[in-house]
């Protein structure tokens, strides 16, 4: 595995082993000991959620200010521009964002600490996602900032407009969103 840090230190992007030859690839997708001892990273994942987004989607930028979520995601097929944002109050990266592509060629992994906002644009025709969370969703504690404020600067790859949920749509500004301390 290989681990690499990106501008904000707590967000890795993570490259599995891969084996491969003519019949096909197999790779290990994720070992809680070999995650802890290549990252630090210790943690009891809850849950895995599955997505499939067309071409132009983009979902974000989402966080739980409580049950706040840890996650660790890839793209299993087709690709993403995938997000973390630092919405930490306290920390010297407080607004800053990374973002990488992820996809079921390249195989590379993000993990999303808690404190950190998450979202993703879809690149391909459709893509399918796959997150493991460290708490379980809670809807009651679910924040969404809006995926284009200017505070943030994200550049998104975008191709015209992107496709929004009507919650993304209204999302808040991060000046005025409930962020952690």
């Keep these: 595995m290989i681990v690499t840090p990106t501008a904000l230190p707590e967000v890795l992007v993570i490259e599995p082993k891969v084996f491969g030859d003519a019949r096909g690839f197999f790779y290990e997708s994720y070992n809680r000991r070999t995650l802890r001892d290549a990252t630090g990273i210790d943690v009891d994942f809850v849950q895995d959620n599955h997505s499939r987004s067309a071409q132009s989607v983009l979902r974000g930028l989402h966080y739980q200010l409580e049950q706040a979520q840890g996650k660790l995601v890839r793209a299993t097929v087709g690709s993403v521009f995938d997000v973390a944002v630092d919405i930490r109050k306290q920390s010297p990266n407080f ?62 790859p975008l191709v015209g407009e992107p496709l929004l949920s009507s919650k993304d749509q209204t999302a808040q500004r991060l000046q005025d969103a409930e962020v952690f301390p």
């Design 95 to 156: 607004g800053r964002w990374v973002g990488v592509e992820l996809s079921a060629e390249n195989k590379k992994m993000m993990w999303v600490p808690p404190g950190f906002a998450h979202g993703f644009l879809v690149l391909s025709d459709f893509a399918e996602f796959l997150y493991k969370t460290t708490d379980y969703y809670a809807p009651q504690h679910e924040r969404a900032i809006l995926w284009n404020d200017p505070a943030i600067g994200v550049q998104w």
